[in-house]
């Protein structure tokens, strides 16, 4: 299935490694330019070297933290510099700390709201005035499962997440009619560094082996196992495309059947 995706720029935060790795990888390899954004430019560069040597399209990193607005405009200033306007917009960030309301500080939440919700309303606020001009574009914002489904000890992700969805589904309605089309995706559990760590949280502060604590993920997904983040890669490569030419204004689940809700 062609994508439609060759020759468009596309900008991906978060994109270091993870999930933000894999949909880079994903979108390059389907014919896009990427400009690579993330904080440890070390990594990064390493990443990006990798990729630029099996890409059909020049990869662009950029290292920058999306929580300080004056480094996003620069992000955004280098890529259309270089690789031309800003075409395909994911925004995505690591999650906050494994808190409970009990255990969880008013700098934590500032610090949650910082990274998973203002940040991506940066990005989309630098982004979106030129897709709109040009008529094209597309947003993906990688939020959580939480967001629908909040979990046990991610007090923080839980709230910063939730409220992505109402930015999300605002700014999808604004933007329709000018061809630009807002989609935000769910992670659910995928094997990624970040779930391990979440886990070594939860397992320190409730006194759980660690393995038993992920064990207990796997077993409370209906596929039985944990995501491959080239799977949530490809729901955000199709969201990205042409193909997705109706598709706006939703939120997707990629969590293997997880979340219990009807919506």
Same mark, same amino acid.
């Given at each position: ?10 900008l ?8 933000g790795l894999?949909?880079?990888r994903?979108l ?8 690579m ?11 990006? =070297?990798? %990729?630029?040597?099996? /890409? ?6 950029? $290292?920058? #933290? ?5 480094? *996003? ?9 270089t ?6 917009l994911?925004?995505?960030a690591?999650g ?7 255990t ?17 309303a ?20 990688l ?13 923080l992700?839980?709230?910063?997440? =939730?409220? %992505?969805?109402?930015? /999300?589904k605002?700014?999808?309605?604004e933007? $329709?009619? #000018? ?5 935000t *995706?769910?992670?659910?559990h995928f094997?990624?560094?970040r779930a391990?760590e979440?886990?070594e ?5 409730d006194?759980?082996?660690?393995d ?17 983040p ?34």
């Open positions: 299935m062609d994508l439609g995706l060759a020759g468009r720029v596309a991906v935060t978060g994109a270091s490694s993870g999930l894999a949909i880079a994903e390059a390899a389907e014919g896009a330019a990427v400009a954004v993330a904080r440890r430019a070390d990594v990064l560069r390493r990443e990006a =070297a990798a %990729l630029t040597a099996r /890409a059909r399209h020049r990869v662009l990193p950029i $290292a920058a #933290d999306v929580t300080d607005a004056d480094a *996003v405009a620069r992000a955004v200033d280098e890529a259309e510099a690789l031309g306007p800003v075409d395909v994911v925004a995505n690591g906050p700390p494994s808190t409970t309301f009990a969880t500080s008013e700098e934590q939440l500032r610090a949650a709201l910082e990274l998973n919700l203002l940040a991506a940066r990005l989309a606020r630098r982004c979106v005035p030129g897709m709109r001009a040009r008529r094209w574009g597309r947003v993906i914002f939020t959580s499962m939480a967001a629908k489904q909040p979990q046990p000890g991610l007090l992700s839980n709230t910063a997440r =939730a409220g %992505l969805l109402g930015l /999300a605002t700014l999808a309605t933007c $329709a009619p #000018d061809g630009v089309l807002v989609n *995706v769910l992670p659910g094997e990624t560094a391990r979440l886990a949280m939860r397992a320190a502060r006194g759980r082996p660690v038993e604590l992920l064990a207990a993920r796997t077993a409370a997904v209906p596929l039985g196992r944990s995501g491959d080239r799977e949530m890669a490809a729901v955000v490569a199709f969201l990205a495309s042409a193909r997705a030419s109706f598709v706006t204004g939703t939120a997707i689940q990629v969590d293997g059947g997880q979340v219990a809700s009807l919506f």
